[in-house]
C-alpha cells in the first residue's frame, strides 16, 4: 500500500503561507520604522536642548530611509496592498508632517519668546500658523497623492514636493545650524521658507521621483563608485551634504518648473 504523500496533507502549505506572509510584513516593517523615528523626532523635540533638536532632525533623516525602503520592498517582492498604503500615509504623518513642523517652531522661534521686542512677538504668535500649515499640507499632500497617484506619465515625476524631501529640508537646516535661532528677522527669515516648502507639496509642480530608475538591474561599475562616494559624503560631511541634497532638489524642481513655462510661452506666441 503506498504511503500517503506529506504534501497530499497539507505539511508543506503553512510554511509557504508562513513565508508569503512575512514577504507581506517586510515592507510595514519599514514603516514602522518610519514611524519610531517620527515619533522619536516628537519627543526630542520638546525637551528642546541643542542636542536633542539636532537629533530630532537626525530621526527625520532616518524616517525618511526607512519611507524610501518600504516602498521599493514593497514593489520589488510585489506585496502593495491597500493596508500597507493606508498605513505609510499615517506614519508619513507623523514624520514628515507633525514631527518637522514641531521642529520648525521649536528651533526657529521659541527662543526669540523671551524677548521684549514687539517684532519678535509677532513673529512668535505668527509661528504656530506657520507650522500649522505645514502640517495641514503635508496631509493635503498625501491625501491627493492616495487618490491621484503619480504625475501622468508613470513613475518619473510626482506631483507636488514629495513630504519626505519637505520634512527633509526642515531637518537639514536644522542639523546644519544645530543652535535655535535667536535674531526675529531670521525667524521671519525662517518662517517663509517653511511656508515655502508648505506651498510646494500642495502646488502641482512635478519633482522627480527616483522611482523609474531600474535599481533591480546590473549597474554600470562608476554609478555603484558614485554612490559609494555619497554614502561616505553623507556620513563624513552630513550638516554640509545633506543641506546641499534638499537644497538641490529643491531648487531643481522650481527650475524645470519655471523652464517649461517659459519654454511654453514661447511656443504659444509663435503658434
Request: a positive charge; charged letters at 15%.
Amino acid at each position: 500500500m503506498k504511503e500517503p504523500d506529506q504534501q497530499e496533507f497539507g505539511f508543506n502549505e503553512p510554511r509557504n503561507h508562513r513565508l508569503r506572509r512575512g514577504v507581506y510584513l517586510l515592507p510595514s516593517a519599514f514603516t514602522i520604522g518610519n514611524l519610531l523615528c517620527g515619533f522619536y523626532a516628537v519627543l526630542a523635540t520638546v525637551k528642546g536642548e541643542i542636542v536633542d533638536l539636532d537629533y530630532a532632525a537626525r530621526a527625520i533623516g532616518f524616517a525618511i530611509v526607512f519611507d524610501a525602503f518600504d516602498g521599493f520592498v514593497a514593489r520589488a517582492t510585489h506585496t502593495n496592498t491597500e493596508f500597507g498604503k493606508q498605513l505609510d500615509s499615517l506614519a508619513d504623518m507623523v514624520s514628515f508632517g507633525i514631527a518637522p513642523a514641531i521642529l520648525a517652531y521649536t528651533w526657529g522661534v521659541r527662543t526669540i519668546a523671551q524677548s521684549d521686542i514687539s517684532e519678535a512677538r509677532h513673529i512668535y504668535d505668527l509661528a504656530w500658523l506657520v507650522s500649522l500649515a505645514f502640517a495641514l499640507c503635508c496631509a493635503w499632500r498625501l491625501a491627493r497623492f492616495n487618490v491621484q497617484g503619480m504625475a501622468p506619465g508613470g513613475l518619473k515625476y510626482f506631483v507636488g514636493m514629495p513630504c519626505p524631501a519637505a520634512a527633509g529640508m526642515i531637518a537639514a537646516v536644522v542639523h546644519a545650524w544645530k543652535v535655535p535661532i535667536e535674531d526675529w528677522r531670521w525667524s521671519a527669515a525662517w518662517l517663509m521658507l517653511v511656508l515655502l516648502v508648505a506651498a510646494l507639496m500642495v502646488s502641482t509642480i512635478r519633482f522627480f521621483s527616483f522611482k523609474g530608475i531600474p535599481w533591480g538591474k546590473r549597474q554600470h561599475s562608476l554609478i555603484i563608485v558614485a554612490v559609494g562616494l555619497l554614502v561616505w559624503s553623507i556620513v563624513v560631511y552630513s550638516e554640509i551634504v545633506l543641506l546641499l541634497i534638499a537644497a538641490t532638489y529643491t531648487a531643481a524642481g522650481l527650475t524645470i518648473h519655471l523652464v517649461r513655462l517659459v519654454r511654453h510661452r514661447l511656443v504659444s506666441r509663435t503658434a
